[in-house]
Structures are given as structure tokens and as C-alpha cells.
């Protein structure tokens, strides 16, 4: 009697045009990492390079002459401790207020109950598309009180209408049967959105929550328009500022940093471009390390927030 055998199952292999492919694919992506990564690296090599080298422009693929004063003498400027205290201030109260207000009235607008849903929240919409001006926004913060004001940096940015339609539709994809469940159990609209939904939030809250943090960080238009009190400027104000007077500012530095000699006082003496680089270095590192930590939650969360159903 004979038996049959199933046949064996080839090896995969993969053909020369995948091979290609594949090589061309990586090699394009490694490019564009490269391109993407270069800028910060050469701001980082010449901030730590010897200025009389950084300042000829002949700093491009490695450091020359390693040294730190730099920072230092930057941190000694003045106004720039408090300026960090200012912007780490606002980027984490202002986060946390974006946050909180783009999950609830996110939530608030998935609730068929909610009086006037549909007027609220297209009347929130549409703010997207339309804007007073420059003038008359002046003119309502100044009425309100807030020139001058730190609160000026949280309050106007509360309310994010692209959040809160992220929000509104992650809520949707996530079951009704969850706050059915929780009102059968006796729990309130409040009850509801803090104990159930939002602790299931986290991905849609975590996009939000960069996206906000990285505005509130680079802001620096509404100090120039708002904020006249230095001891309320933020630290891309100041690099506005230090740019735009940086050859005033390498010459404090050089007087302050007291009697150098030779070849060291070439190569620590604060120059237009050292303060520069510095500056910008001090102000971007924040966020280049907050945002991996955040990336994981990233693409789930935009994906699940597009795509209802």
C-alpha cells in the first residue's frame, strides 16, 4: 500500500528585485536620517569646539579642541536661568491644561445628551478657519489683564479645536458598552470620564500631549507681542533676542569671563556664532529628549484617533 507524503515545503528566497529593493530602501532611509540628524550635530560640534575654529566656519564633521566654557559663560548671561524657569513653567502647566480640557470636551462631544452638542462643537470648529487679527486679540488680552501676565502663555491655548477632534474621534472608536457598563453601576457623567475613559486615553492624550508641549516650547511670538516684564520672557524669546545681538553679547561674555591669555583666550572667548550655537543647543535639547518617550504612543495614537470604526 502506498502512502503519500505531503511535499516539503520549499525555503523562502527571496528574488534579486526584493534584494534591490530592500538595499535601495534602507540606503534612502539611512540618507534621510543623516540629513535630519546632521543639523542638531553641527550645532552640538560647534558649540563645544574652539570659537576662533567655530567662528571661520571650518567646524563640519567633528569637534576641534573639546571644551565647555561655553556653556558656562552662557549660563551666566543675563536673564537666562529665569527665562528656563519661565518656559519649563509654561510648557508643563499649559501641557497639562491642553491635556486635560482636549480629553473632556472631547468626551463631552461624543454624549448625544449634551445640550447643544452639535452647535458647540462646530462653533469650536470653525474658530479653526477664522481669526479677529492680531489687533483685536491684543486688544482682548490687554482688557482681560493678561499683558504682562504668565497666565498669558496657558489660558488663550487651552482650547485646541485639532485636539479636541482627535479626542472626539478616538472616543468614538473606543465601545459605548464601557460607559453603559459604569452608569449601570451607578457612576456619573464625571465618574464616568475619569475612571473609564480616560484612563484608556492614553495613546490619543500622549499625541496631544507633544504636540502641545512642543508648541508651548517654541512659542516665543507671544512674548514678543504680550510680554514686556523681562523677568517673564522665555528662553526663545532670548534666543531671538541673543541672536539678533549676538556680537553685543560675545563681548560681555569676554568681559566677564575675567583675563585670558594666548591661544586659550582665542579659543574660549565667547564670538557672535559660539553664542549662538549655545543658545539654540540649550533651547532644543529639552525636547529632543521628552520626545522619544513620547514616540511609542505616537502613531497608535494617531492612527486609532483617524479612523472610526
Not at 533676542?241 to 583666550?265: C, H, K, T, Y
Amino acid at each position: 500500500m502506498t502512502t503519500l507524503s505531503a511535499p516539503a515545503s520549499a525555503p523562502s528566497t527571496r528574488h534579486g528585485g526584493d534584494i534591490i529593493f530592500a538595499i535601495v530602501n534602507y540606503t534612502v532611509f539611512a540618507l534621510l536620517v543623516v540629513l535630519c540628524a546632521y543639523p542638531f550635530y553641527f550645532l552640538i560640534i560647534n558649540s563645544i569646539s574652539a570659537n576662533d575654529v567655530s567662528a571661520l566656519g571650518d567646524v563640519r564633521w567633528w569637534p576641534v579642541d573639546v571644551h565647555f566654557d561655553n556653556y558656562r559663560q552662557v549660563f551666566e548671561l543675563n536673564g537666562l536661568p529665569m527665562a528656563a524657569v519661565v518656559s519649563i513653567a509654561r510648557t508643563a502647566i499649559g501641557t497639562a491644561a491642553t491635556v486635560l480640557a482636549s480629553a473632556f470636551l472631547g468626551f463631552m462631544f461624543t454624549q448625544k445628551r449634551m445640550w447643544g452638542r452639535q452647535f458647540w462643537y462646530r462653533f469650536i470648529v470653525i474658530t479653526m478657519y477664522f481669526s479677529a487679527g492680531l489687533i483685536p486679540v491684543f486688544i482682548v488680552m490687554k482688557t482681560l489683564g493678561l499683558t504682562n501676565n504668565f497666565w498669558v502663555y496657558v489660558l488663550p491655548f487651552i482650547v485646541q479645536p485639532f485636539f479636541i477632534i482627535l479626542v472626539k474621534t478616538f472616543v468614538e472608536s473606543m465601545p459605548e458598552s464601557l460607559q453603559e457598563a459604569a452608569e449601570l453601576d451607578g457612576a456619573n457623567i464625571v465618574q464616568v470620564f475619569f475612571r473609564v475613559y480616560l484612563p484608556n486615553m492614553t495613546p490619543i492624550l500622549a499625541t496631544v500631549a507633544i504636540f502641545s508641549a512642543v508648541a508651548q516650547w517654541n512659542s516665543f511670538q507671544d512674548t514678543l507681542i504680550y510680554i514686556t516684564d523681562q523677568s517673564l520672557y522665555t528662553l526663545q524669546y532670548l534666543l531671538y533676542m541673543f541672536i539678533n545681538q549676538a556680537s553685543s553679547l560675545a563681548q560681555a561674555a569676554q568681559n566677564a569671563g575675567g583675563d585670558l591669555s594666548g591661544i586659550v583666550a582665542a579659543a574660549t572667548s565667547q564670538t557672535p556664532t559660539s553664542i549662538r550655537m549655545t543658545v539654540s543647543v540649550i533651547v532644543i535639547l529639552p525636547i529632543i529628549f521628552i520626545y522619544p518617550l513620547f514616540q511609542r504612543f505616537f502613531v497608535k495614537g494617531i492612527m486609532l484617533g483617524a479612523v472610526k470604526g
